[in-house]
């Protein structure tokens, strides 16, 4: 661990030259680079918890600068409101803004989310320039003076923009290190799967952007003070919200250290090349380098500097992938499970009670009705099936009764409550859970945070605790030793082969404890000894009293798991029993075998 | 009521190059789903090679579209090479970020070429204008909305009467499909950049001589085409020309009877809304969600 | 006419063709049924061209077609009518059908000439050349794929569950419409889920689960094979 060490010893190291350079320095030139160089670190941090962790990429961060400048510039001129207050408000506000940003992503994602904020940008320069009254418009508006001796030069300024910024990594890296970090992470990856198990996303999202738009606020109040003159055009700016993503993706985003390092690169370059180059083209040539290097960035080093070095150094260390034994668990505690098995199903008795029922669910696309009126019931502790050939509707069955796709008509109903309103974190909290047919993991978490990260319940303190807690890694470890995936712990789950994946996804849902588990051709693709042990492992989710319902197209594996068969055709159940008398059935096998055609004319081609 | 109506004239008119001015951005992202950041950028380029062409050669800007067409096609397949394939492949996601820095890469160009002064053409008609009624309806704007609805209809014959145009269509909509056919999605998207840069030389033409412009113009600009690409379908090039149109009448009303200081703030605002509202724009048609069973 | 041999494909980081050995002679129908997963479709796309095979040849009339990109096996003479999304539904019946012959489209003539020939196979080209093909019926959008996977004039059409999504009026339709294009002279390889169906049309057929052939014969051997059924319901990889 010695990497470590080093590592916080150059921190250390770092920051204490840092904060000795205006004690032993007069030169009021190098302090005001190294402020510019806080302020686009603190910008590029925050919006490294947007972009980089939750993976929503803004084009107008700045505005959150403009936002903190402002309201401190304007209590400060037309109320004399003293600047620490005068920035905190500063934060508050923009971090207000960036809560409702991030309402906005409910519905807009993705490129629409990109222009947005670039249009927000916009739109709030204009209404900065047009509330003149209130802004002083284009003619700028001044600060009253600092109120303190001239003697302590920058040192107001300095300081605080110096703890800023060591307060917002700090963050930065517990948000990272924490489950929001985990959470965030996840949402980047599979937003939709993200919610499937019980993440309230929404939540998470807030807590990331509100984060970003709050310290970047305070630091655009800090500016404000600085420069003792605003004017709409220099902070309401669309190149420097470019400079806060290049600082980021340069840096590495994703990282903590990422975008400060990439501020530090940045901005003394941006500082130079305006010193340096004189003229009415030095600021074409900064666009153009700063243009280029985002360019450059994005197509030869869109990882950034700091994991492209960290992944190069790892390379050289371990020469080839071997599983990782697992690391020694964090805090003392006996390895106890978390949750004790819940109370018994009876898999042998004739009664056991419905934990999910579909009663006449209908699905129409247009005029094609997918699901066409089905009803069915899963027992507690028991396993069910549900067969039917290609595009008879199971899929879409599944899709309804979990909420990806809202029903036209019917009622979903789990362990008595009715679930049709339900968005999909409620009714993973209420109990459900699915696999899918192409297994779904987080790619950017390892094995045992993907299995870690359903959530049942959701609360505020929980978002601070460490991404995996000792007893929930032992928890972990436990399941993945049953499915003989113990050695894999710590990898990615792209180092697993498909097989494997479907048992970690499998553990995903167990996590959760549900009342109720939908599998989706969990059996397709795998090998027969693979299966096995995923027929165990439904065996066991059973007697644990869940309710199991399984899609399969292998009869002879539904045969031995399930106590009762559903046959769906075109949207409509056909037929249900044990295995062996569906499969006896002959609506089933016409089902199957397809509709006989009126065959007398027809002859094949000689 | 002449107010009115005049304000609808200066309204329709400014609209119609909105929407032209749109098109390729309409084209780009409508067949495939890239939203290109340096629109404002290409336009500002196309508008300044035609201010040159004027300035230094006498062509008059509209003539001066067309040929600037052909080095606008050649730049849209190059960039489609060396950057959009490339940035596709590494990651979607990052595309817009990539044609946001080629915007402030060509701006920065644009300024060492040609300084950072304001430019306009000033061809003979550039400010006279006709009578109608009490109505005046000024050549130079007259002349641009014949050249919009004319770029309009020959993309759309394109679109819909040609072997490319249905390849296009076809690729667009349903990409293994058009490969069963033998049309490459790859080359068709080279294609497809081409015509988009070659539809905003006229853009272009049409900004050297209405507006003054500089360099960072391509701020308000790429602003101002999104808006109308989000309006009108993102994706619909008749669409495109329906949204400028309105943003035009939009602005011009606002100008007219609110303040010339807000009218800044109506080609924005859209974007804001609708995105919130219905993000695939309010005169497309409703996707469907489903894919099948 | 279709030869191959060990043929190994598939999506992402698994393969769903494991080692597929199959010949289809010329002139004939041959019908692959199978239970879903088995790999039928997928062997489809790796004769057309859409999806690169990992390994094994694809050998048509002679020539080593394997890996080629669709263009080159649609001037091969083959056509694939795909299971879904076939169509291009912003265009016209008698667009759709016009794109199939995209590769040649500098032969203006010749390209109408066979439209209006086509036409007398399938009335349809002529009486509603101009619906917006997102409008048609499912019988009818089967029978504008069909037409326009014949405007190359193919020696061989690969149909990819033809009958998907049809209601039992149309099958007899499509089953004629097959019929006609084999006896045209056309060599036919099908992927069918109703297998009554489909075998009623073969004169051969293919039994595939889980990536291989399980099975092959004459149509109606396979028809009447006792174990089919445990085919379908996995007792093979069981």
């Known amino acids: 661990m010695t990497s470590n060490l080093v590592r916080r010893a150059v921190i250390t190291l770092a920051l204490a030259a840092l904060a000795g350079i205006p004690l032993v320095s007069d030169d009021l030139y190098y302090q005001s680079v190294l402020m510019l160089t806080f302020m686009l670190a603190i910008g590029a941090s925050g919006w490294n918890i947007m972009g980089g962790y939750a993976g929503y990429i803004s084009l107008g961060n700045s505005a959150f600068i403009g936002l903190g400048a402002y309201t401190t510039g304007i209590l400060a001129a037309k109320q004399g409101v003293s600047p620490f207050v005068g920035c905190l408000a500063g934060g508050l506000v923009a971090g207000l803004a960036a809560a409702f940003l991030s309402l906005v992503t409910r519905r807009t994602r993705g490129v629409y989310f990109v222009i947005v904020t670039f249009a927000a940008l916009e739109l709030l320069g204009v209404a900065a320039t047009t509330w003149s009254g209130v802004t002083g418009g284009s003619q700028g508006l001044a600060l009253p003076l600092p109120t303190w001796s001239m003697a302590y030069q920058n040192w107001p300024f300095y300081y605080p923009l110096l703890g800023l910024l060591v307060l917002t ?15 965030l992470f996840a949402i980047a990856d599979d937003e939709d799967k993200a919610s499937g198990l019980g993440l309230r996303t929404a939540v998470y999202k807030m807590n990331a952007f509100v984060l970003a738009g709050t310290f970047t606020g305070i ?21 420097t919200s470019m400079l806060i993503v290049l600082a980021a993706l340069l840096g590495g985003r994703g990282t903590v250290w990422g975008p400060v390092l ?33 360019g450059a960035v994005v197509l030869f080093l869109p990882r950034g500097v700091l994991p492209t070095v960290t992944g190069y150094c790892r390379r050289r260390q371990a020469p080839r992938r071997v599983p990782t034994r697992p690391a020694p668990a964090g805090a003392a505690g006996a390895a106890v499970p978390a949750h004790g098995p819940r109370q018994d199903g009876d898999p042998h008795g004739d009664v056991a009670d419905d934990v999910l029922e579909a009663c006449g669910l209908v699905k129409a696309f247009g005029g094609l009705r997918a699901v066409d009126g089905a009803d069915l019931a899963v027992a507690a502790g028991r396993v069910t099936g549900l067969i039917g050939p290609n595009g008879s509707g199971k899929t879409t069955l ?37 696999t899918y047919q192409l297994p779904r993991l987080f790619g950017s978490l390892t094995v045992v945070e993907n299995i870690v990260i359903p959530e049942r319940r959701l609360s505020f303190a929980r978002l601070w605790r460490h991404r995996v807690t000792a007893a929930e890694r032992a928890r972990a470890i436990a399941m993945l030793a049953e499915l003989g995936l113990a050695p894999y712990a710590d990898t990615s789950p792209a180092e697993l082969s498909f097989g494997q994946r479907k048992l970690v996804e499998l553990a995903q849902v167990r996590w959760l404890d549900p009342v109720v588990v939908l599998l989706d051709e969990p059996a397709a693709g795998i090998s027969p000894a693979l299966a096995e042990r995923l027929a165990d492992t439904i065996r066991s989710l059973a007697q644990r009293g869940t309710g199991v319902l399984l899609v399969e197209h292998d009869l002879p594996f539904l045969a031995r798991l399930c106590q009762r068969v559903y046959v769906m055709a075109n949207g409509k159940i056909i037929a249900s029993g044990t295995a062996a008398q569906v499969s006896a059935d002959r609506a089933v096998v016409d089902a199957y075998l397809g509709d006989e055609v009126a065959l007398a004319s027809a002859e094949p081609a000689p | 009521m002449t107010e009115l109506g005049q304000a609808l004239v200066f309204g329709v008119l400014a609209g119609s190059v909105y929407g032209l001015m749109a098109t390729g951005l309409t084209l780009t992202f409508g067949v495939m789903k890239i939203v290109n950041m340096a629109q404002g950028a290409l336009l500002i380029f196309s508008a300044y090679l035609c201010y040159t062409l004027w300035a230094r050669f006498g062509i008059d800007p509209l003539l001066g579209g067309f040929i600037v ?29 990539a044609t946001f820095a080629l915007a402030l890469i060509a701006e920065a160009a644009i300024a060492l070429a040609w300084g950072p002064n304001p430019a306009a053409a000033t061809p003979r008609y550039f400010n006279q204008a006709f009578r109608i009624g009490s109505l005046t309806v000024p050549r130079a704007q007259f002349y641009t909305c014949l050249l919009a609805v004319g770029v309009t209809l020959a993309l759309q014959a394109i679109l819909k009467r040609t072997w490319l145009g249905h390849a296009i269509t076809a690729a667009a909509e349903n990409p293994e499909g058009a490969r069963l056919v ?24 049409a900004i050297s001589f209405l507006y003054q412009f500089t360099p960072d113009s391509q701020d308000v600009w790429i602003g101002l085409t999104l808006s109308v690409i989000v309006l009108g379908g993102l994706g619909s090039v008749p669409g495109a020309f329906a949204a400028g149109l309105l943003l035009g009448v939009a602005e011009a009303i606002t100008s007219t009877y609110i303040s010339v200081r807000w009218a800044a703030a109506v080609p924005t605002l859209p974007i804001l809304v609708a995105l919130l509202i219905r993000p695939q724009g309010l005169l497309a048609r409703a996707t469907r969600q489903d894919t099948g069973t | 006419m279709i030869s191959i041999e060990g043929l190994r494909a598939g999506y992402g980081a698994f393969d769903i063709v494991r080692g597929v050995d199959l010949k289809v002679d010329a002139g004939g129908i041959t019908c692959i049924i199978g239970p879903n997963g088995a790999g039928k479709s997928t062997v489809l796309k790796t004769i057309s061209g859409i999806l690169r095979p990992r390994s094994g040849r694809v050998i048509i009339g002679g020539t080593d077609l394997s890996a080629q990109p669709p263009e080159a096996i649609l001037r091969a003479g083959i056509a694939h009518v795909p299971q879904r999304h076939g169509l291009f539904a912003r265009l016209t019946v008698r667009q759709n059908v016009l794109m199939g012959a995209y590769v040649i489209r500098r032969r203006r003539k010749h390209i109408d000439a066979r439209y209006q020939k086509l036409a007398q196979t399938f009335p349809l080209l002529a009486e509603r050349p101009d619906a917006a093909a997102g409008a048609l019926s499912g019988g009818q959008r089967r029978t504008v794929e069909f037409a326009r996977a014949l405007m190359l004039e193919p020696r061989v059409v690969l149909l990819d569950e033809p009958t998907l999504g049809l209601d039992p009026r149309s099958l007899a339709v499509i089953r004629d419409s097959i019929v006609a294009m ?7 390889l099908m992927v069918e889920q109703n297998v009554r169906f489909g075998l009623s049309l ?8 889980a990536g291989t052939v399980a099975l092959t014969g004459p149509a109606g051997d396979v028809a009447n094979h006792p174990h089919l059924m445990d085919l379908f319901f996995g007792a093979a990889h069981g």
């Open chain 1, 169 to 183: 990594v700090a963050v930065s890296a517990a948000v990272r290190r924490g489950k929001l970090g985990l959470g």
């Open chain 2, 182 to 205: 033998g049309v490459e999605p790859a080359r068709v998207g080279a294609w497809i950049f081409a015509i988009a840069t070659a539809s905003t030389a006229f853009g272009g033409a």
């Open chain 1, 398 to 434: 599944f899709n309804l009764i979990d909420g990806t796709v809202r029903a036209t008509s019917g009622q979903v109903v789990l362990a008595g409550q009715r679930i049709g309103r339900l968005g999909r974190p409620a009714r993973a909290h209420a109990g459900l859970a699915r």
């Open chain 1, 262 to 294: 990439g501020a530090f690169i940045i901005e003394p370059l941006a500082n130079l090349t305006s010193t340096s180059l004189g003229g009415a083209d030095a600021g074409a040539i900064r666009l153009l380098l700063f243009g280029g290097l985002l």
């Open chain 3, 182 to 188: 084999n006896r045209a002279g056309v060599t036919i």
């Open chain 2, 69 to 97: 067409t052909v080095p606008l096609a050649v730049l849209g397949v190059v960039l489609y090479k060396l950057v959009i394939q490339r940035v596709q492949r590494i990651d979607q996601g990052l595309t817009i970020v």
């Open chain 3, 202 to 209: 073969a004169r051969h057929a293919v039994v595939m689960s």
């Open chain 1, 219 to 239: 630091a655009g109040g800090i500016y404000a003070y600085y420069v003792a003159f605003l004017n709409v055009a220099a902070v309401f700016d669309i190149v």
